[in-house]
């Protein structure tokens, strides 16, 4: 305790150096990534309504492990609440964070307003009785709280000060974009497989297309063909960015670790989703394939930061500025 109130008690006056706040980053992408995981978990053990109500568990208790269903949704719950204090206190770190800068407090910001807002979402995917459009808006909105701790990530790696100026050409940071966008579009994509097919949440839950009752008929064949589709146009996407950046020597340098982590990701995402496709959507490959899809998103924002970059040069920047 002594120890708690000293580390208080310097945090106050003299604030987190950037060294600490980095690793504070780095618990709070790993919550984020571990809560995307255990939601997922729930869905495909068909736990989405273990616990019927929201906030209590059900009618006579708060908590209830009494069923397995009950015991999986509960644990996630209670999960949640580590997240909280993960995300909050980056948060406060990027408040007391010296030196002190905007952009990380605008990112820890989105951070703390999403997560509450994950739990306003997760009581509505309970009131709709587990609605497929509810679990998507969940899943959404994790990625994006995934993607801001990413960036809070990459940026508190950066020199403090200066002026963010482009990394790349025009045309580069385009192509970029152009990938982030059909990301997205492939991401919101699986979540209407997911849906669709048999890993709905519960037995009897809505799906987007067909019913309960067929769930392996031909809606989930056509939509796994549509994703399917979206995702080798993506990696066309990354591997055309690939072939452009190859004799622009500062280009490519900023972007070969994240663009190759991307492609590789994107790979392995395509192999396990053709496997657990064939195998009858296992719960154990759909699991890493969720997985995937968040590291994936996190590949993207890395991707996404390295586009532009921090400097103190001033000859720099008026340079920099004629060639955009």
């Known amino acids: 305790m002594a120890r708690l109130k000293a580390l208080v008690r310097r945090?106050?006056?003299?604030?987190?150096?950037?060294?600490?706040?980095?690793?504070?980053?780095?618990?709070?992408?790993a919550l984020l990534s571990v809560i995307v995981v255990s939601g997922a978990a729930v869905r495909l053990t068909g736990s989405g309504l273990g616990c019927n109500d929201w906030p209590n568990c059900n009618n006579d208790s708060f908590v209830d492990l009494s069923t397995t269903h009950s015991a999986i949704?509960?644990?996630?719950r209670l999960f949640t609440f580590l997240v909280c204090i993960g995300v909050a206190l980056a948060a406060v770190a990027a408040w007391y964070r010296r030196p002190r800068r905007r952009d990380l407090l605008v990112l820890g910001l989105i951070m703390l307003l999403g997560v509450p807002a994950q739990g306003v979402v997760g009581a509505i995917v309970v009131w709709t009785k587990v609605h497929p459009a509810a679990v998507q808006l969940h899943f959404v909105l994790s990625m994006v709280l995934v993607w801001a701790a990413v960036v809070m990530l990459v940026r508190s790696g950066e020199s403090d000060g200066g002026h963010r100026i482009a990394a790349v050409v025009p045309r580069v940071r385009r192509r970029v974009r152009l990938l982030a966008v059909w990301t997205f579009v492939v991401v919101v994509a699986g979540t209407v497989v997911t849906g669709t097919g048999p890993h709905a949440g519960d037995a009897h839950a809505r799906r987007f297309f067909g019913t309960e009752t067929d769930i392996n008929g031909s809606a989930l064949k056509w939509v796994s063909r549509v994703h399917g589709t979206l995702v080798w146009i993506a990696v066309a996407i990354a591997l055309s960015l690939m072939w452009q950046v190859r004799r622009l020597r500062h280009d490519r340098k900023m972007l070969d670790a994240?663009?190759?982590?991307w492609i590789l990701t994107a790979l392995v995402q395509g192999a396990v989703g053709y496997v657990q496709y064939a195998a009858g959507l296992p719960?154990?490959?759909?699991?890493?394939?969720m997985a995937g899809a968040t590291t994936l998103v996190g590949c993207t924002a890395w991707l996404w930061c390295t586009t532009t970059r921090v400097t103190v040069n001033t000859d720099e920047l008026v340079t920099t500025s004629s060639a955009g």
């Open 73 to 76: 949704e509960q644990i996630n």
């Open 283 to 289: 719960v154990g490959l759909v699991l890493v394939h």
């Open 11 to 29: 945090v106050r006056t003299q604030g987190f150096t950037p060294r600490e706040f980095r690793s504070i980053c780095v618990a709070a992408l």
């Open 258 to 261: 994240p663009l190759t982590a």
